[in-house]
């Protein structure tokens, strides 16, 4: 099971903040509760 949702393959989206473009991607149903992952400096989704 854990190798099938390795497998998805995120849609990236951007919005708009305060002037600032900010990219996020979405994994599977976006219709489901989500959780958000915050990061900075090196690090990515990738």
Known sequence: M???VL???P???LIDVDD???NYLVW???GKPGLLFVHGHNA???
């Open 20 to 22: 600032c473009e900010i």
């Open 11 to 13: 849609v990236s989206h």
């Open 7 to 9: 497998r998805i393959k």
């Open 44 to 46: 990515h989704a990738h």
């Open 2 to 4: 854990t190798l099938q």
């Open 28 to 30: 599977g149903d976006s």
